[in-house]
């Protein structure tokens, strides 16, 4: 049954999304799908292998005659620069247009960098990655840059990210440009997070929340099958929701009673620097409560708890089927969901968590970089793009 209310608006852009959908399919199957003539799907295809986007290759000889040949989609036509920007660390990677990892770099950096100390660094690295993955600047399709925060995906800028101290409003975009020209696409580190993850499986689901606990606090929604990023940019921010285990205590943000004061990773580590810990990030929380340090145990559940408590209000608001946990206190799951799990389920609705899981990130840290490689190849490689770049033939 073809995909298409009629054949005439089966685009370039459309049929090579079909491809890349596919990855694989013959010409007669994008006749069926499409509703297309055969006249009318090779002047199509011949578009998009003219620019080496999508390749035809004979399949097996059967014994029952030449099979069709495979329209399939060429993922090493290019690549994408992804760079998820926390606040402890920035991961680096060169992705094909598959999204596939073909390199990957971290670059640990200290609390409190401005954007023109790290970004010229995290630009270089990125350019020795490309050299070292064996393509050129030539063949960049785009770039992804995840932060912390609230972006302004238009501006090409954070807005609003206490996590990374003096960005806001810093222009982002010209750092990249010595490197290459292609489009650079912003967005927020859970959004790209809970999209990975919800692409990778994440249960099958088509509604779920990812919460990233990290240096700070934030959350990706997945609703329908959608990524929700509200009006502004700033849906799923509950790090800074009000909470009154953090009575009076100022928050990085400026503001006091914040979640982030007592369940952020930068309060975990200030809590255990108090008590003589040399400890520099939530990374280091994690490696201690494993070592068996009983007061890193205890913070980490207790952030858990905290958490727990305030997303119980968004689990009753949006009824998610799962709520995955990511970021870098994954790595001492047991011990924070087991705190998150005690306030969730004492304080949601017997209803809306009857048939909710509570489950860790298929990813690992690895979401962060396969995420943002998505929101720019979902850019770049979508309809619109690729009907700009070619000249359609009807």
Same mark, same amino acid.
């Given at each position: 049954?073809?995909?298409?209310?009629?054949?005439?608006?089966?685009?370039?852009?459309?049929?090579?999304?079909? !491809?890349?959908?596919?990855?694989? =399919?013959?010409?007669?199957? =994008?006749?069926?799908?499409?509703?297309?003539?055969? %006249?009318?799907?090779?002047?199509?295809?011949?578009?998009?292998?003219?620019?080496?986007?999508?390749?035809?290759?004979?399949?097996?000889?059967?014994?029952?005659?030449?099979?069709?040949?495979?329209?399939?989609?060429?993922?090493?036509?290019?690549?994408? @620069?992804?760079?998820? !920007?926390?606040?402890?660390?920035?991961?680096?990677?060169?992705?094909?247009?598959?999204?596939?990892?073909? #390199?990957?770099?971290?670059?640990?950096?200290?609390?409190?960098?401005?954007?023109?100390?790290?970004?010229?660094? *995290?630009?270089?690295?990125?350019? @020795?990655?490309?050299?070292?993955?064996?393509?050129?600047?030539?063949?960049?399709?785009?770039?992804?840059?995840?932060?912390?925060?609230? *972006?302004?995906?238009?501006?090409?800028?954070?807005?609003?990210?206490?996590?990374?101290?003096?960005?806001? $409003?810093?222009?982002?975009?010209?750092?990249?440009?010595?490197?290459?020209?292609?489009?650079?696409?912003?967005?927020?580190?859970?959004?790209? !997070?809970? @999209?990975?993850?919800?692409?990778?499986?994440?249960?099958?689901?088509?509604?779920? *929340?990812?919460?990233?606990?990290?240096?700070?606090?934030?959350?990706?929604?997945?609703?329908?099958?959608?990524?929700?990023?509200?009006?502004?940019?700033?849906?799923?921010?509950?790090?800074?929701?009000?909470?009154?285990?953090?009575?009076?205590?100022?928050?990085?943000?400026?503001?006091? $009673?914040?979640?982030?004061?007592?369940?952020?990773?930068?309060?975990?580590?200030?809590?255990?620097?108090?008590?003589?810990?040399?400890?520099?990030?939530?990374?280091? #929380?994690?490696?201690?409560?494993?070592? $068996?340090?009983?007061?890193?145990?205890?913070? !980490?559940?207790?952030?858990?708890?905290?958490?727990?408590?305030?997303?119980?209000?968004? #689990?009753?608001?949006?009824?998610?089927?799962?709520?995955? #946990?990511?970021?870098?206190?994954?790595?001492?799951?047991?011990?924070?969901?087991? $705190?998150?799990?005690?306030?969730?389920?004492?304080?949601?609705?017997?209803?809306?968590?009857?048939? @909710?899981?509570? *489950?860790?990130?298929?990813?690992?840290?690895?979401?962060?970089?396969?995420?943002?490689?998505?929101?720019?190849?979902?850019?770049?490689?979508?309809?619109? %793009?690729?009907?700009?770049?070619? %000249?359609?033939?009807?």
């Amino acid at each position: 049954m073809p995909l298409f209310r009629t054949a005439s608006a089966v685009s370039v852009g459309d049929l090579y999304a079909l !491809i890349r959908d596919k990855r694989e =399919v013959t010409r007669a199957e =994008v006749g069926k799908l499409t509703g297309l003539s055969r %006249t009318a799907v090779s002047a199509r295809v011949r578009e998009l292998t003219a620019r080496n986007l999508v390749f035809e290759r004979e399949q097996a000889v059967s014994t029952g005659g030449r099979p069709p040949a495979l329209l399939s989609f060429n993922a090493d036509a290019g690549v994408v @620069l992804a760079a998820a !920007i926390g606040g402890s660390r920035a991961r680096l990677g060169v992705c094909n247009l598959a999204g596939d990892v073909l #390199v990957t770099a971290d670059i640990d950096q200290e609390p409190g960098l401005r954007a023109e100390d790290l970004m010229p660094d *995290v630009v270089k690295r990125l350019d @020795l990655m490309l050299a070292d993955s064996g393509y050129s600047p030539a063949q960049v399709f785009g770039v992804g840059l995840s932060l912390p925060g609230t *972006v302004d995906r238009q501006r090409g800028c954070s807005v609003d990210t206490p996590v990374l101290s003096g960005w806001d $409003g810093a222009p982002l975009v010209p750092y990249f440009r010595e490197l290459t020209d292609a489009p650079v696409v912003l967005d927020n580190d859970a959004n790209v !997070i809970a @999209l990975a993850e919800w692409r990778a499986g994440a249960g099958g689901f088509h509604d779920i *929340v990812v919460i990233k606990a990290s240096t700070g606090l934030g959350a990706g929604i997945i609703a329908g099958g959608v990524l929700q990023r509200g009006a502004i940019g700033a849906a799923g921010e509950f790090g800074h929701d009000k909470t009154a285990a953090a009575a009076g205590r100022v928050c990085r943000c400026g503001d006091t $009673g914040c979640l982030e004061a007592v369940a952020g990773g930068w309060a975990l580590v200030r809590s255990l620097r108090e008590e003589g810990r040399q400890v520099g990030n939530l990374r280091d #929380v994690v490696e201690l409560a494993h070592g $068996g340090d009983v007061l890193a145990r205890r913070l !980490i559940r207790d952030s858990g708890r905290h958490v727990g408590e305030v997303l119980a209000a968004a #689990v009753n608001l949006l009824n998610p089927a799962a709520l995955v #946990v990511a970021g870098d206190v994954a790595g001492a799951y047991d011990f924070f969901v087991a $705190g998150l799990r005690e306030t969730l389920y004492g304080n949601a609705t017997t209803l809306a968590t009857r048939m @909710l899981e509570v *489950v860790p990130a298929a990813l690992g840290d690895r979401a962060g970089v396969l995420g943002t490689a998505m929101v720019v190849l979902d850019q770049v490689l979508g309809p619109e %793009t690729i009907d700009a770049l070619v %000249t359609p033939s009807r």
